[in-house]
């Protein structure tokens, strides 16, 4: 028997005007089915637009993406730009979209009903990545930016990202504002949506391509801090790239290429765009799988280089040819470090490290990047997960330093999933860049007579060995929902008092700020965050275990970060990797 809140909900879009005839049919079917675990997944909740847009599996129903959700979205979205006044409906919105199916559909969609809002939207031709979104926003003047896409999540999955006209997903309190306005539409037939070709015929829809991809490119271009190294080296190193069937194909290869890497090869299996994603499980390049045929490529080409990014370009993943001749595949972290590394060592050699130089990550994130950082006698400050509190730290320094206040200046940010970000004119995740600054790295190396794993092992052995595991587990629909929210509560109220077979020393608990000494319950300290559903547990030995709902997908994530001495690699690697299964079956242990 179903809920009858779930049967009123069914009954409600069967019923609905506004809804075609196609997606009515699709819930038909289910009810005549009597598929009850199926509709109650569909129409238990709305899909939630929150504090940076929506995403969620894709098809009809309230709790998915499709024309209707997207639709109640955009509506939410253009209440908020209009009540900003007339110059901002006249400065409008810019709309990009990725491979995913459907993206194109929905990015038209909030075209549409931006312009039959009055505000202007400027809708890109086709498929671009995240980044050059959030550098078009900025580089139009406009009051917003939407990209439709779900980054690295399976190909069922789409989504919606709300931009501030800053080139930043939205923060407080322009996402709660922006929340309020979506939850006030009454109804799909509340949307005002306009004719397409009349849009674009009276200008209320602007077609913009080409010369916002030259006006990026430049600055990708001019992003290089080691121009005279990259020049002489660049051209002699093999790069392999991979879009994996998404954006990054029309844009990567020829920035590396503008940047004097003249050897770069595509994989031709994945260089066209394709929402299936039908050579990988998951098109993330933090799967390891996801890069096999671009090493295999690499392999057979004698490549030096292997660059991955996920559907949208955000994300990026790299493997590097070793001494003995294999390949081998970096972590978030260790990329992280890496470009740290980079940045500070170029800017420091050419005498343009400033003193007031900082680096923005998470608490998620590994302390290796931070003390290479340190190293530097660059500020280290740390954020939540999610590159909107990194563009919010880079336009508060603006804002700043354009009202005469004392301020810092941005160097790098990163978090531990594959996002960098390596320069200001994007203000999100930026894998075009962070490919480009990689390969510079590699072409650095190279000058030196050296590969990126060679330089990695010189910062183990110079900053002490870092290593770092995950573990994620999948609870789809409400019942996993509430499974989450349990697991989340039993750590919050009864901390365990050990992870493989050390002690916890603190619990810090960023609902409240706190943090607590598991031992005597004593506050010992405090972080000065916005509130987030994390819990970091500091271990005896300095190792963290951290536990976070995701914000993207039905999963808890839990992160491990450990640190060993760096005079003996081989022995810390063995200590380290024993530690993280330790607790990796501990904490299957506690979420069962």
């Not at 493997?319 to 990329?335: E, P, S, Y």
């Amino acid at each position: 028997m179903m809920d009858a809140t779930i049967q009123t909900a069914v009954e409600a879009w069967l019923n609905d005007p506004a809804i075609a005839e196609a997606d009515k049919q699709e819930i038909r079917l289910l009810v005549e089915a009597a598929d009850h675990k199926e509709l109650t997944d569909r129409f238990y909740q709305d899909l939630e637009f929150g504090t940076g847009g929506m995403r969620g599996l894709i098809g009809a129903g309230r709790n998915r993406m499709n024309i209707y959700t997207v639709g109640e979205a955009a509506q939410g979205l253009a209440n908020h730009v209009a009540e900003q006044g007339p110059d901002a409906r006249r400065a409008g919105v810019v709309i990009a979209c990725d491979s995913r199916r459907f993206s194109d559909v929905f990015a038209r969609r909030v075209a549409t009903v931006l312009a039959g809002n009055g505000i202007t939207a400027y809708l890109f031709e086709s498929l671009r990545p995240t980044p050059e979104l959030s550098f078009a926003v900025r580089h139009l003047g406009c009051a917003g930016g939407v990209v439709i896409t779900a980054s690295h999540n399976p190909a069922d999955y789409n989504g919606l990202k709300a931009y501030g006209s800053d080139g930043v997903q939205v923060v407080p309190p322009h996402d709660e504002n922006i929340m309020r306005h979506v939850q006030a539409v009454d109804s799909f037939g509340a949307v005002k949506v306009a004719d397409y070709d009349e849009a674009v015929a009276d200008g209320r829809i602007r077609i913009v391509g080409r010369e916002i991809d030259e006006a990026f490119l430049a600055h990708v271009d001019a992003s290089c801090v080691c121009k005279d190294i990259v020049r002489r080296y660049g051209k002699d190193l093999k790069i392999v790239f991979t879009p994996l069937h998404g954006t990054g194909a029309p844009l990567i290869p020829e920035a590396l290429r503008r940047r004097g890497f003249e050897q770069v090869l595509v994989v031709p299996e994945q260089a066209e765009p394709d929402g299936d994603f039908p050579t990988v499980t998951y098109p993330n390049p933090e799967e390891s799988a996801a890069l096999d045929l671009a090493i295999a490529l690499a392999r057979r080409e004698g490549a030096d280089l292997v660059i991955g990014t996920d559907p949208d370009a955000d994300r990026m993943g790299i493997a590097v040819r070793t001494a003995d001749d294999t390949f081998q595949l970096m972590t978030g972290n260790q990329i992280a470090a890496l470009l740290t590394y980079s940045i500070c060592e170029s800017l420091q050699r050419e005498g343009r490290l400033p003193d007031d130089g900082v680096l923005i990550t998470t608490v998620v994130s590994s302390d290796m990047m931070k003390n290479i950082a340190r190293s530097y006698g660059v500020e280290v400050i740390e954020v939540l997960t999610g590159f909107k509190w990194i563009g919010q730290k880079v336009e508060q320094f603006e804002q700043d330093r354009a009202a005469g206040r004392p301020t810092k200046t941005y160097l790098f940010g990163a978090e531990e999933s594959y996002g960098y970000m390596p320069a200001t004119f994007v203000r999100d995740k930026d894998a075009v860049t962070s490919a480009a600054c990689v390969a510079d790295l590699a072409a650095l190396a190279a000058s030196q007579s050296k590969n990126l794993s060679a330089v990695l092992e010189e910062l183990f052995e110079r900053f002490g060995y870092y290593q770092e595991g995950a573990k994620s587990i999948t609870l789809p629909g409400k019942e996993g929902a509430d499974r989450i929210r349990a697991i989340m509560e039993m750590f919050r109220k009864d901390p365990p008092r050990s992870f493989g077979g050390l002690a916890v020393d603190t619990v810090a608990d960023f609902m409240t700020g706190d943090v607590r000494q598991i031992a005597t319950g004593q506050l010992v300290g405090r972080y000065e965050l916005p509130a987030s559903n994390v819990l970091l547990f500091t271990l005896a030995d300095g190792s963290k275990v951290i536990a976070r709902p995701s914000g993207t997908e039905p999963k808890i994530k839990f992160y491990i970060l450990t640190h060993q001495p760096g005079g003996d690699l081989v022995a810390a690697r063995t200590v380290a990797k024993a530690l993280i299964d330790a607790i990796g079956a501990d904490l299957d242990r506690l979420a069962k």
